[in-house]
């Protein structure tokens, strides 16, 4: 073989060896970084799973001292809380000192009084898991599983969740944690609520009397309560005398409420619409009246709209801040547990049959926080159904949602960012996606 040829061979040889060598090196850093995503991933996912255990890092202070200190404006609790899982342990073991009718509202509740004090509400299990509510979206009795579902889906879809499809390297700006805490609890109706209950509570038990005459429920002890929808032929009967139900933490009282009307709430009387749903330009009008006009209220409206999109929520008719904040206060994610259920997948429902109407403030206004926008995007192929089976593997009434209804939660946010893509591809990104701390008096 000539000299020439030798070389041109030798060339080609070390460019193979090269390109080889290259390829070998590129695999092994990819192999390398998705390992450790892996990782990363599924100590994420242990991280979301918050266990009901009583030991506490500041000895010197109760639970309720600790919990009522994480509330700021804009959270109800700070991103790294260590002694999530002991306040939670508490609210589901703590002795009931006194019982009480809930506080004015449509749905059946019962205010509790916990050892040390603190005060808490109690939701009664109404239906089974896959229980079928027909007609409105808003038909129904409350769902106490969805609250723990709706809670935990605020606590780690906007707070714990890092874009490990980038690496866990980044951390996202965080938001939300805009929900009180709340916590599957079972209660014996018998030893621990008729004996600290007050005259006014305990007038709503049905005798046994009653019930074997009136009532299908037999020999469980059922009670209605006080609210404006309770009646005594639609008591919520316990499976003996032990009541399933969710037990959420009353905020503390230095931080009182203000109720205000949401401007995406529906009428309630039949053949009547509210305005947003026949005129296609009412956002405008929303964005030029106080609070709306400034400040983070109508964004905080937006990731309601979404946050109750996932959850079926089409009832949040009103909305609380924290009084005297002159928009400033974060919207209060309270009473989440109404779920458009007319199919037979209950809680969270159908995908084919869902309310987008829960998205208007979205579709109308076409804006979203970036960090929104960014964590729903990050939640995609399974992410969200895995993440939030696994923040509610501890809760004492687990498993709170079957694996249909974590389903509909994934299906449900693909159509979220179909509705954003809509708006990015009518308006831009540039003017839908809006920056966290970005003031709205431009819009």
């Not at 009084?113 to 089974?128: N, T, W």
């Not at 049905?206 to 005459?213: Q, R």
């Not at 939640?379 to 949602?401: C, E, F, R, T």
């Not at 449900?412 to 809006?434: E, H, P, S, W, Y």
């Amino acid at each position: 073989m000539k000299l020439k040829q030798r070389v041109v061979l030798l060339a080609i040889l070390l460019v193979i060896f090269i390109f080889t060598k290259v390829f070998l090196i590129d695999n092994l850093d990819t192999s390398a970084a998705n390992r450790e995503d892996q990782r990363a991933f599924h100590r994420m996912m242990t991280g979301l799973r918050v266990e009901l255990v009583p030991k506490l890092d500041h000895t010197l202070q109760s639970p309720w001292e600790i919990a009522a200190q994480w509330v700021v404006p804009r959270e109800v609790y700070p991103e790294e809380t260590p002694e999530l899982g002991a306040v939670m342990h508490a609210m589901a073991t703590k002795k009931i000192i006194k019982a009480d009718v809930g506080y004015k509202g449509t749905q059946l509740k019962a205010l509790l009084i916990l050892e040390g004090g603190q005060k808490v509400v109690f939701k009664p299990k109404r239906y089974s898991r896959d229980y079928v509510v027909e007609g409105e979206p808003y038909a129904g009795y409350d769902r106490h599983n969805a609250e723990v579902a709706a809670f935990h889906l605020d606590r780690y879809v906007y707070s714990l969740m890092v874009p490990f499809l980038i690496s866990f390297r980044e951390k996202l700006i965080l938001g939300f944690r805009r929900a009180p805490l709340v916590v599957g609890r079972y209660v014996n109706l018998r030893t621990e609520i008729k004996p600290v209950a007050t005259e006014q509570l305990l007038s709503t038990f049905l005798t046994v009397a009653y019930l074997a005459h009136f009532h299908p429920a037999g020999n469980n002890t059922c009670f209605y309560g006080k609210c404006y929808y309770c009646r005594e032929t639609e008591p919520a009967c316990a499976d003996g005398d032990m009541m399933e139900g969710s037990i959420t933490l009353w905020l503390p009282d230095v931080w009182p409420l203000q109720k205000h009307r949401h401007p995406w709430g529906r009428t309630y009387r039949e053949g009547k619409l509210a305005r947003w749903e026949y005129d296609e330009s009412y956002c405008d009008a929303v964005k030029k009246t106080s609070p709306y006009d400034s400040g983070p209220r109508l964004l905080d409206i937006i990731d309601t709209a979404v946050f109750d999109y996932l959850i079926g929520n089409a009832d949040r008719h009103h909305y609380e801040s924290f009084q005297d904040d002159e928009g400033a206060s974060m919207l209060i994610l309270l009473d989440n547990a109404k779920r458009y259920s007319r199919t037979v997948l209950s809680v969270f429902g159908n995908p084919s049959l869902d309310e987008r109407s829960i998205l208007a403030p979205l579709y109308q206004c076409c804006i979203i926080r970036v960090s929104t926008w960014n964590r729903l995007n990050y939640l995609k192929n399974g992410v969200l159904k895995s993440a939030l089976k696994s923040a509610m593997a501890h809760d004492p009434i687990s498993p709170v949602l079957s694996d249909p209804h974590l389903d509909t939660v994934d299906q449900r946010l693909l159509n979220v960012l179909a509705t954003i893509k809509q708006c990015t591809d009518q308006f831009g990104m540039d003017t839908v996606l809006v920056e966290d701390r970005m003031p709205l008096s431009h819009l």
